[in-house]
C-alpha cells in the first residue's frame, strides 16, 4: 500500500489549493481515505475524510474547514482530492493522507482519528502567507 500525496505550495490568504492523494499497487475504492494536518508545535488534527465507496459514506470535514475545503474521490485514478478555498494563515502545515480498509461506515470522529489509520503517505507542505 503506498499512497502519494501532492500538490501542496505557498499562497496568498484567500488562494486556493488542490491536494491529491493517490494510491498506487491497491484499489482506493474499498478504503476509507483521511486527510490530517500538523501545524509547528502542535498536533496533528483531522481536517476530512472520505469513506470507502462500499461503505455508502460521504466526504466529511472538520468544523474548522468545513466551509471552504471539499473532498472527493476520482476512483478512475484511484485518487482523493481535498480541494482547498479561502485558504487562511491558519491553514498552514503539513497536510497527510492516510488509508485504511474500512467496509462500514463509522462515526466521523473515528474516521478522522490518526489512530484509525495504518498507511499513511508523506507530507505535502501547504504555506498561506502575503
Known amino acids: 500500500v503506498q499512497l502519494q500525496a501532492s500538490g501542496g505550495g505557498l499562497v496568498q490568504p484567500g488562494g486556493s489549493l488542490r491536494l491529491s492523494c493517490a494510491a498506487s499497487g491497491f484499489n482506493l475504492d474499498y478504503y476509507t481515505v483521511g486527510w490530517f494536518r500538523q501545524a509547528p508545535g502542535k498536533e496533528r488534527e483531522g481536517v476530512s475524510c472520505m469513506p470507502s465507496s462500499n461503505s455508502g459514506g460521504t466526504g466529511r470535514l472538520a468544523d474548522s474547514v468545513k466551509d471552504r475545503f471539499s473532498i472527493s474521490r476520482d476512483n478512475a485514478k484511484s485518487t482523493v482530492y481535498l480541494q482547498m478555498n479561502s485558504l487562511k494563515p491558519e491553514d498552514t502545515a503539513v497536510y497527510f493522507c492516510?488509508?485504511?480498509?474500512?467496509?462500514?461506515?463509522?462515526?466521523?470522529?473515528?474516521?478522522?482519528?490518526?489512530?484509525?489509520?495504518?498507511?499513511w503517505g508523506q507530507g505535502t507542505q501547504v504555506t498561506v502567507s502575503s
Open positions: 492516510a488509508t485504511e480498509p474500512l467496509s462500514l461506515l463509522y462515526p466521523s470522529s473515528y474516521e478522522m482519528s490518526d489512530v484509525t489509520y495504518n498507511y
